[in-house]
């Protein structure tokens, strides 16, 4: 299980600190990174929301290496994480396609499409991991 999870933790890492990075230029510049237009959700960037998603992921990833909870709670709570996360980052990166804007800044895709494939990428792992650690179970 520590494979699986020291996997999960490295995307974790990545998404938090793309999120993170996405996050301090918003708000110590004002403008969005990559020359991108900025999705706002209930007043505040999408990104702030990742951001926080990512940190609870990393958090739990952390915690379970280091076996202060199970690996198979730290799934479970990824799942649920990384399917708000799906969904949210989904809709954007869906409204962005509507408006061809889903190609978009330095990066090629936009960052609510990345975002989408990091919390699918953890979504697909947690399920496989949880799956592998129930079917060790005696």
């Known amino acids: 299980m520590k494979t699986w999870l020291r996997s999960i933790l490295i995307l974790a890492l990545a998404g938090l600190c793309f999120s993170g990075y996405l996050s301090a230029v918003k708000l110590f510049s004002g403008a969005c990174a990559f020359n991108e237009s900025c999705p706002y959700f209930l007043g505040y960037p999408a990104c702030w929301y990742g951001f926080a ?3 609870g992921m990393f958090i739990t990833s952390v915690l379970a290496v280091f076996s202060k909870i199970s690996a198979i709670s730290t799934f479970k709570i990824n799942i649920a994480i990384s399917a708000l996360g799906i ?3 989904g809709s954007f990166a869906w409204q962005e396609l509507l408006g061809s804007k889903i190609i978009a800044g330095a990066l090629g895709l936009s960052t609510c499409a ?3 494939i990091f919390y699918a990428a953890i979504s697909i792992l947690s399920v496989i991991a949880l799956g592998k650690s129930k079917q060790a179970l005696p």
């Open 53 to 55: 998603m990512y940190l």
């Open 87 to 89: 969904v949210f980052a």
């Open 114 to 116: 990345y975002g989408l």
